[in-house]
């Protein structure tokens, strides 16, 4: 349980990555700067090659930064070899040593640290229970299940009871259905070990079903910290709504502003209120997002109109295409229910009404 | 019904025959030039000498028990034949320590070159295969020349001042293993980093992560995880060590014997073609113990530790 929930157990303090010398140093993290609270599920949330890695590697100690620092609980790690660092990784590839049995790659790190012989026992009983494998702690590695070494990788790695939890994308060779269970079971775990989880992932949605906070990361640098919802519902940047769910994008002209509001004039002339990101101000043109569902369709009296180009049903929900009047797509998604009467045909004129506090302005 | 099971017969024994006669050729010669000169080894190996070489065919066991046994010329009583055990010994004892020497220093060149990009590897290891183009009794006149009395490396101490008189490295036994480590290291280098460039470098991370040291993880993972190409280069510098015959004639200078020396003996100025053809059995009996401990251990390597 949390000593203190708002103490950070990891700060990374304007750390940048460059790889390779000579004259054309790769960039792979441009002075990243974001603190970590302690017992918290944090997500670093990327498209590949964004950087999410590199800084798990750095955490890690299996990397070294260029320039900046990393603390741990107010200590510069950055310098130290990743065996002198209380922080454990899940690795991808799962990385279980072939030569040893389940209940041995468990007990490693803690031989390694050379703790007695008894205490070792007692804790691998202990994080295989936590895992749910009692029963396969003497077959070797090469005789269990994806999802069986995934468990073992997890429970290797949580033994030595690290400081922070590391998990580099590690549901991302599961089938569908595991995947959902071990993120139910990653829950549950940070749940009842109460260690600070930094997890990998270009998974959206996983990152929004399991992460107290999600960094969203592009290209070297961490674009957006916040919960799932401010994410999801306040992208602050173009990137961000993009790479998280589905968005219409609007130009839009300021017209008012005041205390994070702002009232903009749509291209169709219509003016709705939108909320503004923190520190923003500005009275020219920007863009609007507005999420398909926050949005619905009407016969007439919405804020925009056009005609009616696609209808894609999904089966929980459909999705309406609509070429607007002023030019461009705009996507409304309702939800679908049994006694669903026939509400619009492809090539019907609709209008669109946008939700009270749907809209959001971008800063870029 | 009947009928297309004869036919599906019919053509099964076809196809053994044409398989047969496929591989023929291959077991020609593998009967007339492997199998038929054992044979002959073999039966020579039961028979008398002659007297000026060759074999007389009359059936005797005289061969095989002064393998390790002698017999005093005057009153015939039988023991241990010293000169013969001493060469088994220094010949076991050796290619022991070639091997030992070969991993000691293998081992880090197999994995400097497994370690590179992978661009370069192909380099390293051409050039580890460069000594393989000049014949062996030159590269062991080579070594000669860098270690004898007035050879390079005396010289070169001296100059330096480090040593006054030069030191007797040449007709020793640490010449012999010396001039058989120069040969057969890339023997040992070769399967090490065949088996190195198959580690997966993620678990050496993992290593690191979980609190193991540089020295425990080259213990713990690295070494277990390569047991298959340290046996196989250990059998691979072992058992050409063990019959090694050009080196230990030049660099032992005639003085030191080792097993292949003994036997050329037998069958040049010995005359005693019987005793070479039971020695040769011998030394081929404790090859293959080496390879059956081969067998055993490369099998399950990387496997079932601990």
């Known amino acids: 349980m949390p000593e203190s929930p708002d103490r950070n157990a990891i700060e990374i303090r304007r750390v940048s990555k460059f790889f ?47 320039d900046g620092e990393i603390l741990l609980h107010g200590q510069d790690i950055a310098p130290l070899p990743p065996y002198k660092r209380p922080v454990n990784t899940v690795f991808q590839s799962y990385a279980l040593f072939p030569h040893l ?11 390694m640290l050379g703790r007695p012989k008894a205490e070792i026992d007692a804790r691998v009983t202990q994080m295989l229970k936590l895992v749910r494998m009692e029963e396969l702690r003497n077959r070797s590695t090469a005789q269990i299940s994806g999802g069986q070494q995934q468990r073992v990788a997890l429970a290797r790695a949580l033994a030595p009871q690290p400081k922070v939890l590391l998990l580099d994308e590690p549901l991302s060779a599961l089938d569908f259905k595991l995947r959902k269970e071990m993120q139910i079971e990653l829950k549950r775990l940070q749940h009842e070990t109460g260690i600070t989880f930094i997890f990998v992932t270009h998974d959206q949605e ?48 300021v017209e008012s502003s005041s205390d994070g509001r702002a009232g903009v004039r749509l291209g169709s002339g219509a003016v709705i209120e939108a909320s503004v990101p923190e520190g923003f101000s500005s009275t020219g043109k920007v863009t609007v997002v507005i999420r398909p569902e926050h949005a619905r369709l009407a016969e007439a009296g919405g804020e925009l109109s056009g005609k009616l180009s696609n209808i894609v049903y999904f089966g929980t929900d459909t999705h309406f295409h609509v070429d607007l009047d002023v030019g461009g797509t705009f996507i409304v998604r309702e939800q679908n229910t049994r006694d669903d009467r026939r509400r619009a045909r492809e090539g019907d004129r609709v209008s669109i009404v946008v939700g009270k506090g749907a809209a959001q302005v971008l800063r870029d | 019904m009947a009928g297309a099971a004869e036919t599906a017969r019919k053509a099964e024994r076809d196809d053994i ?107 390293w290891l051409f050039l580890i295969t460069i000594p393989f183009w000049t014949n062996l009794l030159i590269r062991t006149f080579a070594i000669q020349e860098v270690i004898r009395n007035e050879g390079l490396l005396n010289v070169a101490l001296m100059k330096l001042g480090l040593i006054s008189a030069p030191i007797q ?30 580690l997966d470098f993620r678990l ?103």
Not at chain 1, 207 to 225: C, E, H, K, P, W
Not at chain 2, 217 to 228: A, E, G, H, S, T
Request: charged fraction near 15%; proline fraction near 5%.
């Open chain 2, 169 to 198: 490295i040449i007709y020793t036994d640490t010449a012999i293993m010396i001039g058989m480590l120069y040969v057969y290291l890339p023997l040992m280098v070769l399967p090490l980093y065949a088996s190195m460039e198959k």
């Open chain 1, 206 to 253: 996983e990152a929004l079903t399991m992460s107290d906070r999600i960094a969203v990361m592009s290209a070297g640098n961490i674009l957006q910290v916040g919960s799932p919802k401010d994410i999801y519902d306040r992208p602050a940047v173009r990137f961000v709504a993009d790479f998280i769910g589905e968005t219409n994008f609007l130009e839009a002209t």
């Open chain 2, 204 to 306: 050496v991370e993992a290593g690191y992560d979980l609190y193991a040291t540089r020295f425990q993880v080259l213990r713990r993972i690295i070494l277990p995880m390569v047991k298959p190409g340290i046996v196989a280069g250990s059998i691979l510098v072992f058992i050409p060590s063990l019959g090694a015959y050009v080196t230990p004639r030049i660099l032992g200078g005639g003085r030191n014997l080792m097993l292949g020396n003994l036997i050329e003996l037998q069958f040049g100025q010995g005359r005693n073609w019987p005793l070479g053809a039971s020695l040769s059995i011998t030394l081929l009996v404790i090859v293959m113990a080496a390879l059956l401990i081969y067998i055993r251990y490369a099998g399950t390597g990387g496997r079932n530790h601990g």
């Open chain 2, 17 to 123: 025959r044409k398989r047969w006669l496929l591989s023929a050729p291959a077991l020609l010669i593998i009967f007339f030039a492997a199998a038929g000169p054992l044979a002959i080894v073999v039966v020579y190996s039961f028979l008398e000498p002659g007297s000026y070489g060759d074999v007389r065919w009359t059936f005797s066991t005289d061969a095989w028990v002064s393998v390790i046994l002698q017999r005093d010329i005057f009153d015939e009583t039988l023991s241990i034949a010293d000169a013969h055990v001493a060469i088994f010994w220094r010949s076991v004892l050796l290619s022991l320590a070639t091997t030992v020497f070969a991993f000691l220093f293998g081992f880090p060149t197999a994995y400097f070159i497994a370690t590179r990009p992978e661009r370069t590897r192909a380099l």
């Open chain 1, 101 to 111: 049995t389940v209940a041995q790659n468990i007990a490693f790190g803690l031989e």
């Open chain 1, 20 to 66: 390779g010398g000579g004259d054309a140093p790769v960039k792979a993290l441009d002075t990243v700067s974001v603190a970590i609270r302690e017992n918290e599920f944090f997500t670093l949330l990327g498209p590949s090659g964004c950087g999410k890695t590199t800084l798990l590697r750095l955490i890690a100690g299996f990397d070294f930064p260029t």
